[in-house]
């Protein structure tokens, strides 16, 4: 076989790896977001039915919902909830739907794919609809910009990090974490031992978690989350720096730190994380 033929052949071979590699990354990825389209709840009468675009022009909704007892602009804070990986905002409602009453604004939102969120989820799009979503908030002309404060549970919490991490943090008070994992290469390893090298880690939270600072953290974990293992939450906390707290909920579920079934003893933990980090930057 001349040179030419080799290099030709090589070439080719190099080609195929390649595309083979790329398809399985893209069959990887496909296995962390579930879209969900179902109707889980109604919108709540008091909530605003939001439209916006993220940066690349995807069509994006949400809800924004007011605080009770108070006007937008007098709330404590706005907390910017960004939901995991199933279900959508109709879903998800329950886990804060308890925050009003506790004088908060709340904003909600689907990523592409998602709800009535146009596009497909990747991790670049999930980071820039985000990002996207604070800055709707922090546009809005009827809250207090500089009183943000983020809630990420599970890839939400990864986004949260991701978004922050590579944006904007002006107004953005304290973030809160909920069974969030390491890594996308890691939570696929532990899935399927290995999967993890086919994974890009650009958007994930272990490649930010450390420049957060000095915004305070404060993470929950059960310790029988049978879908993130609460390993994944102790990793980002020895990354973060100071201030930084965590709360591991023995014997608690994925993300149901929120729940009834807690009574409200991790809400008041969060509303009391979020009063202090507020406090702080009078």
Not at 127 to 152: H, M, N, W
Not at 206 to 220: E, K, T, V
């Amino acid at each position: 076989m001349s040179k030419r033929r080799r290099v030709i052949l090589l070439v080719t071979i190099l080609l195929m790896l390649g595309y083979c590699t790329a398809s399985l990354s893209r069959i990887a990825l496909s296995l962390f977001y579930h879209p969900d389209k179902e109707n889980y709840a109604s919108m709540p009468a008091s909530a605003e039915l939001v439209q916006f675009r993220a940066k690349d022009g995807t069509q994006l909704t949400g809800w924004f919902i007011p605080a009770e007892n108070a006007s937008p602009k007098e709330a404590a804070g706005t907390v910017i909830h960004a939901h995991g990986n199933g279900g959508n905002v109709t879903h998800y409602w329950s886990f804060v739907s308890w925050l009003p009453a506790r004088n908060f604004n709340v904003f909600m939102f689907d990523y592409r794919g998602y709800g009535a969120s146009e596009g497909e989820p990747s991790p670049e799009g999930l980071c820039d609809d985000t990002q996207s979503a604070i800055e709707y908030v922090r546009k809005r002309q009827d809250i207090d910009p500089q009183r943000l404060l983020l809630l990420g549970q599970s890839l939400g919490g990864n986004n949260i990090v991701a978004a922050v991490g590579r944006g904007d943090r002006s107004g953005i008070n304290a973030i809160a974490l909920d069974s969030t994992f390491f890594s996308y290469s890691a939570i696929a390893s532990d899935k399927v031992p290995g999967a993890g090298i086919l994974l890009d880690d650009t958007y994930s939270a272990s490649r930010y978690i450390a420049g957060l600072s000095p915004i305070p953290l404060l993470f929950f974990h059960g310790t029988n989350d049978a879908m993130i293992p609460w390993q994944h939450s102790e990793r980002l906390f020895a990354e973060a720096k100071a201030p930084r707290q965590k709360i591991m909920i023995d014997g608690g579920r994925h993300i149901d730190a929120l729940l009834p079934v807690h009574n409200d003893r991790y809400r008041n933990a969060l509303v009391d994380f979020y009063l202090h980090a507020l406090e702080q930057k009078k």
